[in-house]
């Protein structure tokens, strides 16, 4: 990440990089758009929470933020610093019209942001997300002032809210009976407290590494098998019979089995998946699981064992909480490490993940290896490539059009870029939400059938791949 990036908009909310295209106030006019949409209408002025992830300068953009919010007539209810799944739950809790989340992500320092979320405690659809951009886009460099009539009140209490939800979602007791050593790396994010105290309350052993919410990352934050290493040493070296990950804000999760071998991102949905599926009674009918167009069909796999089907929704929280709920779906998430489990809350989340992991083999008397030795397995390739600017759609349109020629005899999904699939593997390729860049990803049975479709859309793309 260079000092010249973008300020990034999209239906994942605003990123940028902090003092550059990520200010105060920046943030205060972002949250102003979101805000002005949210007093509409009302006969009295709306609350919203605002929490944030422990990046250090996310104190003074959440006061940026609440001075939007205060400017466009709401009331703020600060939760200080929370994971992202714990400001969702928290908007609900609190019967709030929505709520602001100040983070990047997975992204590293220098970057920040702001995830917006809306009444129902998910991220807000893409029409919604757009209508924000454009308030934003059309508000003049000064906001009106703030009402003297509105508040910002203090609330502490989300982290112990949400492990009161996740707690509910799962039967503690054979948790508790297996006395589970677990190694946790919370990367110094914003799941240090309450992912800890969560598998604490699970009867868990816990070696806690980066457990200090500093905002100070130990290792590049995203959970990927190249920024875990310590991790799997840790869990390889200790007795463990696992290790989790968390990303800064704890709404992703990859798994590190008992020999310090990297599970991944992508098993996470599915180990939560094979969960409830489980547990699905049948008198309610044939379950259904949502992911976005780039998570593994091992979902697919398992939905169909237990006599279910799979929606797949365009890249983007918001779009796969669109799907769950207008199928009503029983759990989803994207292969990213991101679970979203409608009892918890209608954002990803890896407290409930943890603990639909643990209670699976806790139920199943099994090793996590033997849970991961039962999903049918495919090979996954992940690559990128830098787009000139601000990326976008745009940057990528004509190599859509050349990969949709290229492939015309297989069956094409143009809903969100474009996703070739061919018999037993797929390739999709798209402009990042959160980066300028194009991401290109291909499952196969084998992994060098999975690098020859990478290499053949590059070919047709003609970029040098990251």
Not at 306 to 317: C, I, L, M
């Amino acid at each position: 990440m260079t000092g010249q990036a973008p300020l990034m908009l999209s239906v994942s909310g605003a990123r940028g990089i902090v003092g550059e295209t990520m200010t105060p106030e920046i943030a205060a006019r972002f949250a102003w758009a979101f805000g002005t949409r949210l007093v509409v209408d009302r006969e009295t002025p709306p609350t919203v929470c605002l929490g944030r992830d422990s990046r250090a300068s996310g104190a003074a953009l959440a006061q940026g933020a609440a001075n939007g919010l205060m400017a466009a007539g709401c009331d703020v209810i600060d939760l200080g610093v929370v994971a992202t799944p714990t400001t969702g739950l928290m908007v609900t809790a609190t019967a709030s019209a929505g709520g602001i989340m100040i983070t990047a992500s997975h992204n590293p320092n220098p970057w920040n942001g702001l995830k917006c979320i809306d009444g129902g405690g998910s991220a807000p659809p893409a029409a919604d997300a757009a209508a924000v951009i454009d308030a934003f886009h059309a508000a003049g460099e000064s906001l009106p002032d703030i009402d003297p009539d509105r508040f910002m009140a203090m609330e502490s209490r989300g982290d112990d809210t949400h492990i009161a939800r996740v707690l509910g979602q799962v039967d503690p007791v054979p948790i508790r009976d297996r006395g589970f050593s677990v190694v946790l790396d919370s990367v110094n994010g914003a799941g240090c407290r309450s992912g800890l105290k969560l598998l604490e309350l699970l009867g868990c052993d816990v070696l806690h590494l980066n457990g200090d919410p500093t905002g100070e990352f130990a290792h590049t934050p995203e959970p990927k098998e190249t920024n875990l290493g310590t991790l799997m040493e840790v869990t390889a070296e200790s007795d463990a019979v696992l290790g989790f990950a968390q990303d800064p804000d704890a709404d992703r999760l990859a798994i590190v089995d008992g020999d310090g071998r990297y599970i991944g991102e992508e098993y996470t949905l599915a180990l939560a998946t094979d969960y409830i599926l489980r547990r699905h009674d049948p008198a309610a009918g044939p379950p259904v699981v949502a992911a976005n167009l780039s998570t593994s069909r091992m979902v697919d796999d398992l939905a169909a064992r237990w006599g279910g089907r799979v929606v797949r929704s365009a890249v983007g929280e918001a779009n796969v909480v669109e799907a769950m709920r207008s199928t009503g779906a029983v759990i989803g998430g994207e292969g990213n490490g991101g679970v979203i489990h409608p009892g918890v809350c209608f954002i990803r989340d890896s407290l409930g993940a943890m603990a639909m992991v643990l209670a699976s083999m806790a139920e199943a008397g099994a090793s996590l290896a033997e849970l991961v030795g039962a999903i049918p397995s495919y090979a996954m390739v992940k690559r990128s490539c830098s787009l000139p600017g601000s990326g976008g759609s745009e940057a990528v349109a004509p190599v859509l059009e050349r990969v949709r020629s290229h492939f015309s005899e297989a069956t094409i999904d143009a809903s969100d870029g474009v996703r070739i699939d061919i018999e037993d593997r797929w390739v999709h390729v798209r402009a990042s939400n959160t980066e300028p860049i194009a991401r290109i990803i291909a499952e196969a049975p084998r992994a060098e059938q999975a690098e020859e479709l990478i290499a053949t859309v590059s070919e047709l793309a003609g970029w040098t791949l990251d």
